[in-house]
Nanobody, 121 residues
Framework: QVQLVESGGGLVQAGGSLRLSCAASGRTFSRYAMGWFRQAPGKEREFVAAISRSGGSTSFADSVKGRFTISRDNAKTVYLQMNSLKPEDTDVYYC???????????????WGQGTQVTVSS
């Protein structure tokens, strides 16, 4: 069992940066790949980024490549560094734990409660 708690969301102007954190509990954190997704009201959950169990492999949505980075540490935390933010990045951001790096939300086993990111123009 893994419990995930996101933090770091907020309001930022276009062009600014935010760093989201996802703190995991449970002894099996290192067994899971981790992902970040985002979702707007009435829309499907959208893949943003993912990182492998070892941290050696990452994947990004085309819309965020070159602007966002993902990392994880031994303290059971996954980070999403978001730079050059755009108004269209406004969403609720969720972290997730799953068996492998994948863009498919249904593959992930555990989800956090989400954190709101709002980018003003």
């Amino acid at each position: 069992q893994v419990q995930l708690v996101e933090s770091g969301g907020g309001l930022v102007q276009a062009g600014g940066s935010l760093r989201l954190s996802c703190a995991a509990s449970g002894r099996t954190f290192s067994r899971y790949a981790m992902g970040w997704f985002r979702q707007a009201p009435g829309k499907e959950r959208e893949f943003v980024a993912a990182i492998s169990r070892s941290g050696g492999s990452t994947s990004f949505a085309d819309s965020v490549k070159g602007r966002f980075t993902i990392s994880r540490d031994n303290a059971k935390t996954v980070y999403l560094q978001m730079n050059s933010l755009k108004p269209e990045d406004t969403d609720v951001y969720y972290c997730a734990a799953g068996p492998a790096v994948t863009t498919t939300a249904g593959v992930y086993d555990y989800w956090g409660q989400g954190t709101q990111v709002t980018v003003s123009s």
